[in-house]
């Protein structure tokens, strides 16, 4: 029986990341004279919403790309947005677009993801990537099971055969996390608020990525001994904290891996929309035929 699980340190993986993306960033700019630069859209004043733009524009800064904030009020029309996107789409300057979700009400969320240039597309949510991913396919990938995939890698173990359990199956984690897992031959089960028994589910899993949006809801105790565990999961507690959806500390004693909340797959997800953003710009200046040619993509 072991003793305690190694704590992934999502922090430290992702700033190494961002230290990577940087010097990329850098010799982009040397010598190709392109400074890879991020458009957000934010309706209204959504104040999670806000501390993610915040976020996400603090990250860009400290790896020397552009950050553009569209920031438009909360009664602004669909068409108004889709006007904006379509600038968006034939700025030369612009290499990534993404819109802050959620949308006020009168927006179709729909419309205006299939509205971005998929290659602009850095969330990896338009249905041309998304389509893409499951055939297996290159394209634009979502930030947040990316860094996931990131955060297992650095485990350094591999998945071919093993039973991977997501808990969850929305269009941004649980669903694109199961097409990525498959693609590394995981056998993969997709758990969702209709499934019957959970922690059964659960405890037969090697790799578990739990992304519900409930406080603590999976016990240690479901945790099969020497399983990695991956909490996207961030809820916030009645003392005012973060918790994720795994109970951390009864996990943490039969878990190999897990990862913290915060600390874990938050940072990873940043750092997946950076590396997307300098992806779509070096593929741009490919597609454009200017002078550079760089090997990581
Ligand atoms: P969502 O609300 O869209 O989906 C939640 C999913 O949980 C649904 O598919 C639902 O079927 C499932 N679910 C609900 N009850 C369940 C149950 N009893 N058993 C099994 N599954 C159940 O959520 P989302 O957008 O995928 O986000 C999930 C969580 O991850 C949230 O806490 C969110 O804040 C967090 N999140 C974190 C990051 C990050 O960067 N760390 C990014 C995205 C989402």
């Known amino acids: 029986m072991h003793n305690k699980a190694n704590i992934i340190n999502g922090k430290e993986i992702a700033l190494k990341v961002k230290a990577d993306l940087k010097a990329d960033v850098e010799a982009l700019k040397r010598e190709a004279g392109v400074i890879p630069c991020l458009a957000v859209v934010l309706v209204g004043e959504n104040p999670a919403s806000r501390v993610y733009v915040r976020n996400k524009a603090k990250a860009s800064e400290d790896t020397g790309i552009k950050f553009l904030l569209h920031a438009m009020p909360l ?61 297996g396919s290159p394209c634009m990938q979502p930030c947040t099971p990316l860094g996931v995939m990131g955060l297992i890698d650095s485990t350094g173990v591999d998945l071919s055969g093993k039973e991977a359990v997501i808990a969850g199956r929305s269009n941004i984690v649980g669903k694109p996390m199961a097409m990525m897992l498959l693609k590394r031959n995981a056998t993969v089960t997709i758990c969702h608020s209709r499934t019957l028994d959970l922690p059964a589910c659960i405890s037969r899993a090697d ?21 990695i565990v991956i909490d996207v999961g961030i809820n916030r507690t009645a003392e005012g904290g973060l918790a994720g959806d795994v109970d951390f500390e009864g996990a943490l004693k039969r878990a190999s891996f897990i990862t913290p909340v915060p600390g874990g797959v938050g940072p990873m997800t940043v750092a997946m929309l950076l590396k997307n953003t300098v992806a779509a710009a070096k593929a741009r200046i490919k597609a454009t035929g200017q002078r550079a040619s760089f090997k990581r993509a």
């Open 75 to 135: 009664d602004t029309k669909e068409e108004t947005l889709l006007g904006l996107i379509s600038t968006l789409n034939d700025a030369n300057d612009v290499h990534g677009i993404i819109v802050q979700l959620p949308l006020p009400q009168q927006i179709d969320s729909d419309s205006l993801l299939e509205a971005i240039d998929p290659k602009k597309d850095v969330d990896g949510f338009h249905p041309y990537n998304m389509g893409r991913l499951v055939t």
């Open 207 to 227: 790799l578990v990525v739990a992304a519900i949006g409930r406080e603590r809801f999976i016990k240690g105790e479901w945790i099969r001994p020497g399983a």
